[in-house]
């Protein structure tokens, strides 16, 4: 009898160790099947994390595309054709109404206002902005596994090889996209109305200017850029087909790889110079800026097509969106005789504190992982996609990096709203708005930027330092009730304040400013807590 022992053993060892799989296993799928939603846009493993294309047009209004302004009179019917196929956000919003702080803020997911740019731009001679110590989009997706890449508009400035005041071309650039999480780049410095007008591929200018040129604005309104050294193989009016180009070829050398990449592209247009060729030139019927929009729309269809060509659409995330609100160089004057306003309903445009100066388009596609065909109210900042695309790759939140970025793929999954608890904005003056549900305080006496009235003149006029409107009932911000609302003004105060002493706006360690920031108009002091 003793022979036969070890079977009763065996069996149990057996039935104990299915029974160990079984409970594990089951723990293991228990996260999937209580969030099926949520784990549609999150990927565990690099082979399973989507390419990512991040698209950021140059001084479009919200209203300047049909999905974001109905009563849009520009024909754009790719970015319509995308949208029928994802999510737009008709609540998003750039961190300042212009340029170079939004490209800070999209990159970091942290407030421009934070960094040492306090107000204002950078120009193409500029050395860089951001440290490359500092968290990016760039870092966080090559830590995902990504191979990285930024074609076109840079604008956070680079450091030219300089003999005194003059640059020598011949010489390599220092601390470009690849300072901050590039593997490659090719584009320029500043705004495409800023000179040098020279391409760098990763380091090395193309060309070594030989002449200088220009256009002034009196030659042509729309078309007028800065007198400045210029390559040989630059073109002003192809450098938006050129990127584009570049872009897709960028697409179609990475489908070979066996890694994911994200591609960076930030548009020169439609900002100056407003240059739209053939068959686009006069194609709206009202004037080039319009005509430029339609161009632009045109490339990014070509780019659409370029992912499914490829064979990537179901694997392959694009946002689109743009760095501020329109340009008052579009003509408002003009668009407005044929019935459009880059800013839509909202006042103000780029520059401005106020609605049209950061309220702008955001658009994201991601065939079956996104919802599709559907518009969302949720409240977004350009800062959020940091934490997004962290959640996204499966990457750890970390105490600095997306300081003041929101996980949004709980709305791409087709939630009502965002975590985000308020909004800063920021002018070009270096003015402050904070938002709380409908309730919006404009730290300014006026616009904060280009619009009337301007600060100086606001001032002059004796206007109050404050203006509080509530958004709901008044979008185009015409009607201040500060004076009715002072419990509204003091809670929106110490938010603020709160945001600024933290140095982040979500949880998290506090962490230090780059520099000391201010934002109480003079004459107005913190209220109490």
Not at 106 to 126: E, Q
Not at 246 to 252: H, Q
Not at 480 to 493: I, Q, T
Request: hydrophobic fraction near 35%; charged fraction near 20%; charge should be negative.
């Amino acid at each position: 009898m003793g022979s036969l022992s070890p079977l009763p053993t065996l069996i149990d060892w057996l039935l104990m160790n299915w029974l160990r799989w079984f409970v594990v296993s089951a723990v293991v799928a228990l996260p999937c099947l209580i969030d099926v939603g949520a784990s549609r846009v999150h990927a565990d493993d690099v082979a399973s994390r989507p390419n990512i294309i991040l698209v950021m047009a140059d001084d479009l209004g919200i209203g300047d595309v049909s999905p974001t302004n109905p009563d849009c009179k520009i024909k754009t019917p790719r970015l319509q054709q995308m949208a029928d196929e994802g999510l737009t956000f008709l609540d998003a919003h750039t961190p300042s109404s212009v340029c170079t702080p939004t490209r800070y803020g999209l990159l970091t997911g942290r407030y421009n206002w934070r960094s040492r740019l306090a107000k204002g731009v950078l120009s193409g001679t500029s050395e860089h902005l951001i440290p490359g110590d500092r968290a990016t989009l760039g870092h966080l997706l090559q830590g995902a596994g990504y191979h990285t890449a930024m074609i076109g508009k840079w604008h956070l400035g680079w450091d030219w090889h300089k003999n005194g005041k003059e640059i020598d071309f011949s010489k390599p650039v220092l601390n470009g996209p690849d300072n901050n999480g590039f593997d490659q780049y090719y584009g320029h410095c500043g705004s495409l109305d800023m000179p040098p007008y020279v391409w760098v591929d990763t380091g090395t200018p193309t060309s070594v200017p030989t002449r200088k040129e220009g256009v002034t604005k009196k030659q042509n309104p729309y078309g007028w850029y800065r007198n400045g050294p210029i390559g040989d193989d630059f073109e002003i009016e192809q450098v938006l087909p050129h990127l584009f180009d570049k872009s897709i070829a960028y697409v179609e050398e990475r489908v070979k790889e066996d890694k994911p990449f994200f591609l960076y592209l930030p548009l020169p247009a439609p900002h100056t110079p407003i240059v739209p060729v053939p068959p686009f030139k006069d194609a709206s019927g009202m004037n080039p800026y319009a005509d430029f929009v339609m161009q632009m729309d045109h490339h990014m269809g070509q780019l659409l097509d370029a992912i499914s060509k490829a064979g990537i659409d179901e694997n392959t995330l694009v946002i689109f969106t743009s760095d501020n609100g329109c340009s008052p160089e579009a003509n408002f004057g003009e668009l407005a005789k044929h019935g459009h306003d880059p800013s839509g309903k909202y006042r103000g445009h780029k520059a401005d504190i106020y609605e049209g100066g950061h309220r702008v388009p955001f658009i994201v596609r991601w065939p079956g992982k996104v919802v599709a065909g559907k518009t969302t109210n949720a409240l977004t900042c350009l800062t959020d996609v940091y934490a997004t695309l962290q959640s996204i790759t499966d990457q750890p939140r970390e105490a600095t990096g997306g300081e003041d970025g929101f996980d949004l793929t709980d709305v791409f999954g087709g939630d009502d709203s965002s975590d985000r608890e308020a909004l800063v904005s920021h002018s070009i003056g270096g003015s402050f708005a904070i938002r709380r549900d409908s309730w919006k305080l404009c730290l300014s006496h006026g616009s904060g930027g280009w619009s009337n009235p301007r600060e100086p003149k606001a001032k002059l006029q004796g206007l109050p330092p404050m203006q509080l409107f509530d958004l709901e009932t008044d979008p185009a911000e015409k009607n201040s009730v500060a004076k009715e609302n002072p419990e509204v003004v003091d809670s929106l105060l110490l938010l603020l304040n709160e945001y600024v002493e933290t140095g982040r706006s979500t949880e998290g360690p506090k962490v230090a400013n780059d520099r000391e920031v201010t934002f109480l108009p003079a004459g107005v002091s913190l209220p109490s807590p």
